[in-house]
């Protein structure tokens, strides 16, 4: 934090700040079925033919989270919550 020019001081601020994040990976899924999948479905006269639907994987993305506190110093309870979710983008720069 030196080279960016913030220093330690030694007296008390009236707000404290406290960030939260949370990132975590999902992967979405959809389930087929006769209707949106008729392509699967080739039946070719055999006696034990079966179908089943399946859950099939579309694609993967990261949800995220910020959560920031402003907390009163002087008796340490919440001023201001303010949360912040979503999908982040693929390009981490615009994040």
């Keep these: 934090m030196k080279i960016r020019g913030i220093e330690k001081v030694d007296i008390q601020p009236d707000l404290r700040v406290n960030l939260g994040i949370s990132i975590k ?3 979405h899924t959809r389930e087929t079925s006769l209707v949106t999948d008729p ?3 080739t039946y070719i006269g055999q006696r034990r033919y ?3 639907a399946e859950t099939i994987e579309i694609g993967k993305y990261k949800e995220g989270s910020l959560t920031l506190d402003l907390v009163d110093n002087s ?6 919550i303010g949360v912040l979710e979503g999908i982040l983008p693929e ?3 615009k994040t």
Excluded at 75 to 80: F, G, H, K, L, T
Aim: net charge negative; charged share 15%; aromatic share 16%.
């Design 25 to 27: 990976a999902e992967t």
């Design 39 to 41: 392509g699967t479905f």
């Design 50 to 52: 079966t179908w089943q």
């Design 75 to 80: 008796n340490n309870q919440p001023a201001w």
């Design 91 to 93: 390009n981490e720069k």
